[in-house]
């Protein structure tokens, strides 16, 4: 396109859900539910651990890990979409768009990196139990959850960078709640070969290798239950396990949704209710799932719900 017909744009609309005006009421008040129920949640998942001795554990310094991401990842998109809801004011800045894709794309990748930390933490603790404390010890835990922020900065800040040099035409509508990377390409009047070559290549690596370690760990780890099979051994491993597995599901599983099995007729409504999914569901349900299913979380919510009595009395 000839850079006349180009034009300097300063802000984006965001066309936001696709629902009636009627049901905007409706939706702001459940997605404000499910956001406070998110922050709350993971905020009481980094205060239990903080607090109980007993989860000063490895996995549990890397749920810690995930709840602090889960906060930050949904705070990214929902409360603007809860303003525009409310103000009908879809407007928003070209650098607070950017910023908000920044943040969105670092916290994504962050939690994919940290679901598969934690993958090789269950694989150590049920296929070398013995060496579970000499491997896992605090310096690697560390380094994990170090290069986990570092790769994840350095993926967002690649994208964001390459999306900087590019120019934008007059539409300045995006059909969605948040700044989405592949919505902001097809609004570009620049050549974005290099931009759909960097996702395909550097994001197909970074998923294709996370999930390639997630299901090699489980595949030990089911292989080495099924060496001495027990009923006791494989009620305690799903009991481990089965947290993890239902947040792997749900986090690639609508992933999955949007780039593999989105169809051509309806795929711009599919692609925003698979966005609201990991956006907003997802997160919320981490702190339930975490804590419904673990022992060890429930022991130490009823410790903290048995001294805030005390305390209040």
């Not at 017909?5 to 499910?34: M, R, W």
């Not at 800045?93 to 598969?116: H, T, W």
Request: aromatic share 14%; hydrophobic share 50%.
């Amino acid at each position: 396109m000839r850079r006349e017909n180009q034009s300097s744009v300063s802000e984006f609309l965001l066309l936001g859900l696709p629902i009636q005006p009627e049901q905007q009421g409706a939706f702001f008040t459940l997605f404000l539910g499910v956001y406070l129920t998110t922050v709350l949640g993971n905020l009481l998942i980094l205060l239990l651990i903080r607090l109980d001795p007993r989860l000063h554990t490895p996995m549990y310094f890397f749920l810690s890990h995930l709840a602090f991401s889960d906060v930050f990842f949904s705070s990214v998109t929902v409360p603007k979409m809860l303003v525009n809801m409310q103000t009908q004011d879809q407007s928003i800045p070209y650098v607070g768009c950017i910023a908000q894709m920044y943040f969105f794309l670092l916290f994504i990748c962050l939690d994919n990196f940290l679901l598969v930390v934690m993958a090789y933490d269950r694989y150590v603790a049920i296929c070398q139990p013995l060496h579970y404390t000499a491997v896992m010890r605090e310096g690697l835990c560390a380094l994990l959850t170090a290069g986990s922020w570092f790769f994840s900065c350095v993926h967002a800040l690649l994208h964001t960078l390459l999306l900087s040099r590019l120019s934008f035409c007059a539409d300045n509508t995006i059909p969605h709640f948040f700044c989405d990377l592949a919505a902001l390409l097809k609004l570009t009047c620049s050549d974005t070969s290099l931009n759909e070559l960097v996702i395909f290549t550097e994001g197909g690596v970074f998923a294709f290798l996370s999930l390639s370690a997630i299901l090699a760990s489980y595949i030990h780890i089911g292989a080495t239950i099924l060496r001495v099979p027990s009923i006791k051994r494989i009620c305690k491993t799903l009991s481990t396990c089965g947290s993890h597995l239902f947040v792997v599901f749900l986090y690639y599983g609508t992933l999955a949704m949007i780039y593999f099995f989105s169809s051509a007729n309806n795929s711009k409504v599919k692609d925003i209710v698979a966005s609201v999914m990991y956006t907003v569901v997802t997160p919320m349900l981490n702190p339930f799932i975490y804590s419904l299913r673990n022992r060890d979380m429930k022991l130490a919510l009823g410790i903290l719900y048995r001294k805030g009595i005390i305390f209040a009395k």
